[in-house]
């Protein structure tokens, strides 16, 4: 019996640790999957190249991603990627609510304007359908600034 004991204790010391993934890292790669590359596909409704210069002498934290706007509205031909008929698509609500929260995912650096953000979203649901070059322009900007947090 004894023998039996020491067999089996040695052959459970040999047995590889199980891998434990973490709650928040599961809940890291499901967070990130609604957000990433999910933009309109409308190319119709575009904006003048002007309007980022603009942007960004407004909101100026955001000079360090003034390159990442621009190519990606170029390569977009700067059609807008938040809109489509003239309406927000759901990813714009999905990256808002987590640049809103990035607290509780354990990002402590804030992104900035987000009371902006939250102002300029508030502001397109209580008036009428129609796309806003600001609102469009700061979701990018978060986007981008979001991909360097989290």
Not at 67 to 93: H, M, S, V
């Amino acid at each position: 019996m004894l023998i039996l004991a020491v067999v089996f204790t040695i052959n459970s010391c040999k047995q590889a640790p199980k891998k434990v993934v973490s709650k928040k890292d599961s809940l890291a790669k499901e967070w990130g999957k609604t957000i990433q590359g999910n933009f309109s596909t409308q190319s119709q409704t575009v904006f003048d190249s002007t309007k980022i210069t603009a942007f960004i002498s407004r909101y100026p934290d955001f000079k360090n991603y003034e390159p990442d706007l621009r190519n990606f509205y170029l390569k977009r031909k700067f059609a807008y990627a938040w809109f489509e008929k003239d309406t927000l698509i759901e990813q714009a609500g999905n990256l808002s609510n987590r640049i809103i929260n990035l607290q509780n995912e354990g990002v402590y650096k804030p992104a900035p304007y987000q009371k902006q953000l939250d102002s300029l979203l508030n502001t397109l649901t209580t008036g009428k359908k129609q796309v806003d070059v600001n609102l469009e322009l700061m979701l990018t900007a978060e986007y981008f600034v979001f991909s360097k947090l989290a």
